[in-house]
């Protein structure tokens, strides 16, 4: 997270670090095309309950997503700071 959007060309202007939990139907619509195959076994082992960074409650980092494989995805996410 940066202060401005014109911080946001170095990282030494961050001033936090998240991440963004994606719903498992965007994953699985993108695991599901050619290439993604190691990747999509290794989603299937894992959920957000079970995930060591997400396992405390992923709400507040849950992305809505749109958009589609060929089109590309959008994801929006509102963080209070």
Do not use: C, R
Not at 47 to 75: I, N, Q, R
């Amino acid at each position: 997270m940066y202060p401005t959007l014109a911080a946001s060309t170095s990282v030494s202007n961050k001033i936090a670090t998240s991440q963004i939990a994606l719903p498992k139907a965007a994953n699985d619509l993108v695991y599901a095309q050619s290439g993604y195959g190691g990747s999509a076994s290794n989603a299937s082992q894992i959920t957000l309950a079970s995930d060591g960074v997400f396992s405390d409650g992923a709400s507040l980092e849950l992305a809505t997503v749109t958009g589609s494989v060929s089109s590309g995805f959008v994801a929006a996410l509102t963080v209070a700071v």
